[in-house]
T-cell receptor, first 112, second 115 residues
């Protein structure tokens, strides 16, 4: 049973455009939603995270939008740059009980 | 420098030949974990450890063993590797203490090929 469904699997965006990656979860006990960024040949690294008490969190060009009723959250990358080209993983956990479960990843390519 | 190290980074082996992938962290983290990454399947957890001598199965533990005798080390053991264990493996650590919201720090990965 896939607990976190991520889409799209791959994404090509023009430089300066907006990249949007979506995730949906099933477990209503999840209360922590991070995004990890992975560059080729490297391990994933935490990019940004949100708790369900807020609907949006912004850090620079990266924004997480969270819709608790729909059980969905998304990553928006504004003014996308070639240096943003990477694989992005959403994840979720129940902070008191369960380890992180990851989505299958989205391979983002930002082209000039 | 705070980091998670894995060795070897690349390994080609044959079916049935026991191997160990080492993982070490220098951040005094309580929690450590192993993942495998496969195309189209994302990151799947193999085993995790909340602290020394405490280990638990993740989503795909079959064919793997782990041990946590020291806080800093968490080796992954494949006693009889098979071709379906060909994958990219990541070790990760975090502060732990039951706080699943802690940032996980990943190692650089080990690419394993089983012929």
């Amino acid at each position: 049973q896939q607990q976190v469904k991520q889409s799209p699997q791959s994404l090509i965006v023009q430089k300066g455009g907006i990249s949007i990656i979506n995730c949906a979860y099933e477990n209503t006990a999840f209360d922590y939603f991070p995004w990890y960024q992975q560059f080729p040949g490297k391990g994933p690294a935490l990019l940004i995270a949100i708790r369900p008490d807020v609907s949006e969190k912004k850090e620079g060009r990266f924004t997480i939008s969270f819709n608790k009723s729909a059980k969905q959250f998304s990553l928006h990358i504004m003014d996308s740059q070639p240096g943003d080209s990477a694989t992005y993983f959403c994840a979720a956990s129940n902070s008191g009980n369960t380890p992180l479960v990851f989505g299958k990843g989205t391979r983002l390519s930002v082209i000039a | 420098e705070a980091q998670v190290t894995q060795n070897p980074r690349y390994l080609i082996t044959v079916t049935g030949k026991k191997l160990t992938v080492t993982c070490s962290q220098n951040m005094n983290h309580e929690y450590m974990s192993w993942y495998r990454q496969d195309p189209g399947l994302g990151l799947r957890q193999i085993y995790y450890s909340m602290n020394v001598e405490v280990t638990d199965k993740g989503d795909v533990p079959e064919g793997y063993k782990v041990s946590r005798k020291e806080k800093r080390n968490f080796p992954l053991i494949l006693e009889s590797p098979s071709p379906n264990q060909t994958s990219l493996y990541f070790c990760a650590s975090s502060l732990g203490g039951g706080r699943w919201t802690d940032t996980q720090y990943f190692g650089p990965g080990t690419r394993l090929t089983v012929l």
